[in-house]
Every structure is written in structure tokens, then in C-alpha cells.
């Protein structure tokens, strides 16, 4: 248990600094993740599976700007918890989110740490142009953020594994997770709702539900409703 909680805690640690030294590489997103806590914990399919499923739910989250974002923790979190305590993928995922949402407000506790305790040290290197000191409190802000990733998932993993076998727990995790197709609609739709496309979305929901068309045919139903709305759309050249 604990040569786990230390694997999973690295693991965390490693996606967080990404942002702090590396810049947006994309190794802190869900599907790399997830399948290097498989690998670690000896269920490298399952690392996979669970990822490509957190990583189509956030796959419209991405940093801009200054403005941070929070998919490292519930990632490993849950794919470290589904691999070791037998929870579904859609338990798993049921996890994920509010764990992501509670470590957004933890990054923004760091964020607020990092200002304080080395903007002074920087702003002072820099007017001595002491560059060893810049370099050194970039590389710093990055070790606070890794340490602290390493010890709370570290000891959210241990504590969730014990607190997972509760009935309680698994029961309400069970019932969240069906929940979670309205919940990954809903995520895609603020990143990418047009209402020029709206009947497009209503076919989709109405073919499966009244007709009930499979995956392949909606897929392919989708496919044919691009090809007639290319061929009809005014193109610029036609206009002039």
C-alpha cells in the first residue's frame, strides 16, 4: 500500500510540474496519466481505458493564459483507485470530477503560496541581475507544486482506498456514474455549442432514442449530414 501511495504520488507530481517548468507539453492529460499509473500499479489496459474515457470528457480543457487548469489529480487519483479497489471505470470517472474540482481550488492556494513567498525573490534577483537566483526560484515555484501534489494524493489514495470498501461510499459512487453522459454532453457543449448547429445535436439524440440507430450508424448518419451541408453552404468565390 504505501510503495503505491508513493508511485501514485510521483506520478501526480510529475504531471503538475509541467506547467511550472515545461510549459504546455501535454503530459499532464488524462490519457498519458492514467496509463502510467497502470503501468506502475501492473494494470496497464485498465490505465488505458480509464484515461481515454476522462480524457474525451476534458478534452476541451486546456490552459490559457495564466488561467489554470486541474486534470492531474483526478486523473491519477481515479485510475489508481479503479486499477487497486476494483471500481468500475464509470465509478472511476464519477470520482474524478469532484477531485479535479477540489484540487482547482487547492493549485489556486499554491499559486497564491508561490506569489507571495518568491515574487519578492525574483523581482530582487532580477534588479540585481542575478540570474542563478531567476533560475532558481522558477525551478522552486515547481518543487512547491510537486511536493504538495506528492503528499496529498499520496494520502488521498490511502484514505480512499480504505474509505472505498465503505457500501455506502460504492453505492453512491454507482449511482453518480449514471450521471456521467449528461455530464460529459454538458462539458463539450459549453466549449463547443453553436446554435447553427443545433438540429444537428437534436438528430443525434432523437436517431438512437426513437429509432434506435446504433453508434455506427449515428456515426455514419453524421458523416452524410457533413457531406450535404459542405455541399450546400455558399462558398466565397460563388459569392462574388
Request: include cysteine; aromatic fraction near 10%.
Amino acid at each position: 500500500m504505501i510503495l503505491q501511495a508513493i508511485l501514485v504520488g510521483l506520478v501526480a507530481g510529475y504531471g503538475r510540474i509541467e506547467q511550472s517548468w515545461f510549459g504546455q507539453q501535454m503530459i499532464a492529460r488524462p490519457i498519458w496519466l492514467c496509463t502510467l499509473v497502470g503501468l506502475l500499479l501492473g494494470d496497464l489496459k485498465q490505465g488505458v481505458i480509464i484515461g481515454g474515457t476522462l480524457e474525451l470528457i476534458w478534452a476541451g480543457v486546456v490552459q490559457i493564459g495564466a488561467a489554470p487548469t486541474e486534470v492531474v489529480s483526478g486523473s491519477v487519483l481515479a485510475s489508481a483507485l479503479v486499477i487497486t479497489s476494483g471500481l468500475t471505470v464509470e465509478e472511476g470517472v464519477a470520482l474524478a470530477i469532484p477531485v479535479a474540482l477540489l484540487a482547482s481550488v487547492m493549485n489556486t492556494f499554491i499559486s497564491s503560496v508561490n506569489s507571495a513567498v518568491l515574487s519578492s525573490l525574483t523581482n530582487k534577483a532580477v534588479e540585481n541581475c542575478d540570474t542563478k537566483m531567476i533560475w532558481w526560484t522558477g525551478i522552486g515555484g515547481g518543487i512547491i507544486y510537486f511536493v504538495v501534489y506528492f503528499v496529498v494524493i499520496a494520502l488521498g489514495f490511502m484514505a480512499g482506498s480504505v474509505a472505498i470498501q465503505a457500501v455506502i461510499v460504492r453505492y453512491g459512487l454507482t449511482n453518480a456514474s449514471k450521471l456521467l453522459p449528461a455530464i460529459g454532453i454538458g462539458i463539450l457543449l459549453k466549449f463547443t455549442f453553436d446554435w447553427k448547429y443545433a438540429g444537428f445535436f437534436a438528430l443525434g439524440f432523437l436517431l438512437p432514442t426513437y429509432l434506435g440507430m446504433g453508434t455506427m450508424g449515428v456515426a455514419l448518419t453524421g458523416l452524410v449530414c457533413a457531406y450535404i451541408y459542405y455541399q450546400f453552404k455558399p462558398r466565397a468565390e460563388e459569392d462574388d
